[in-house]
């Protein structure tokens, strides 16, 4: 083959794979509902502003046990707050578009410990992305979920 042609079709090969690595690099690819990793509760992630937002939509458990009572934030620092409840409570906070399919400088709040967590996502593929909740800062201080999109 012709040098020049192989050169041509090299640069050709290496275009078309940067097009199609940009074309997935989608800021609302994080749009939509997630499961949760322990499959018990689903998050729908939105947009607001430039900003993303995850609410608690669906729980396997919603009232406590034994009850008809939905489950409140109990765990709350805030003892004013301990009687809201945790359908439709916003957990996921401020997370920015990085590029790469990286989301981070945004903030997520555990019920179960009552805890807030420096939060960074990542989408793996169109269906699942890592969740890390980290103090202090430090990424590596901190813990991956995996969670599935809901269809």
């Known amino acids: 083959m012709n040098p020049l ?6 640069l050709l090969v290496c275009l078309s794979l940067s097009s199609f690595a940009n074309a997935s690099d989608d800021p609302d690819a994080l749009v939509g509902r997630w499961l949760s ?28 046990p034994g009850t008809s009572k939905l489950k409140v934030d109990k765990a709350n620092p805030d003892e ?17 578009y990085k ?17 807030t ?5 990542t989408l793996k593929d169109p269906n699942s992305i890592d969740l890390r909740g980290y103090v ?4 590596f201080l901190g813990k991956s979920k995996t969670w599935t999109r809901v269809k």
Not at 41 to 61: A, D, P, R, T
Not at 117 to 121: G, K, L, R, S, T
């Open 80 to 96: 004013k707050l301990r009687n809201r409840p945790l359908m439709q409570m916003v957990l996921l906070t401020n997370l920015t």
């Open 37 to 64: 990793s322990k499959k018990r509760n689903q998050v729908q992630i939105y947009k607001q502003g430039n900003k993303y937002f995850g609410k608690l939509v669906w729980m396997l458990e919603p009232n406590e």
């Open 99 to 115: 590029g790469n399919n990286v989301w981070s400088d945004g903030e997520i709040y555990n019920p179960e410990d009552g805890k």
């Open 136 to 139: 202090m800062g430090l990424s």
């Open 117 to 121: 967590y420096n939060c960074e996502v």
């Open 5 to 10: 042609r192989l050169i041509a079709l090299f």
